[in-house]
């Protein structure tokens, strides 16, 4: 046998034996028994652990709010703020409102507020009646500040990009210490949310 063909022999050897070693569980990758890994430590949230990563601006020139009657973000202080930009025909926005009812349910008004943040895509959502009707229909029963023009969706997003949804998490003191783009993130957010609570 020629030396290529007994190295290629020798190298299709070690990499049987090395999917053998992972696949009964001997390797460096751990099975875990049809489970998913635990999270990290540091995805654990804990009070102490929660990062301020900047005070939370006001919400400025805004044409109104619905379902409260509230006129700034200065009204909730003293709770853990859930603040969401979103728009009404949005489906990524839709899919984490289920995870926001249950946070809206879990604790009294007392301790925790949503903030949903509407800022309209398209200009059928702009009309402050539709966004009214959305919300009743998706069971949206937090206050909604209207932000139409989009300036608080542009000013409170750092960089090029705005998103829809952005969720934040606003400590009772006016801090943001959670931040996320996008669906998912639910438990996280439900722990920021517990996390802070547990700080008042």
Not at 17 to 32: K, L, M, S, Y
Not at 102 to 119: K, L, N
Not at 127 to 145: H, I, N, R, S
Request: with cysteine; glycine share 8%; aromatic share 10%.
């Amino acid at each position: 046998m020629s030396a290529p063909r007994a190295l290629a022999l020798f190298a299709l050897i070690v990499v049987g034996a090395v999917i053998v070693w992972v696949q009964v569980g001997e390797g460096p990758f751990p099975r875990t028994e049809g489970r998913p890994l635990e999270p990290s430590e540091p995805t654990r949230i804990e009070a102490a652990g929660l990062p301020v990563l900047r005070p939370a601006p006001d919400l400025v020139e805004l044409d109104g709010w619905l379902q409260t009657e509230a006129d700034s973000l200065d009204d909730f202080e003293g709770k853990v703020l859930v603040l969401q930009f979103w728009t009404f025909s949005c489906r990524n926005c839709k899919a984490t409102i289920p995870n926001l009812k249950e946070i809206y349910s879990a604790y009294g008004r007392d301790q925790v507020e949503i903030v949903g943040v509407h800022a309209p895509e398209f200009s059928f959502e702009e009309d402050p009646d539709a966004v009214l009707e959305a919300a009743v229909d998706l069971g949206v029963t937090w206050p909604v500040a209207l932000d139409t023009a989009k300036r608080n969706f542009h000013s409170w997003q750092e960089g090029r990009t705005a998103y829809w949804p952005r969720t934040y998490v606003i400590d009772a003191v006016g801090q943001i210490r959670f931040d996320h783009i996008g669906e998912g993130k639910y438990e996280e957010l439900r722990e920021a949310v517990a996390a802070l609570v547990a700080e008042l």
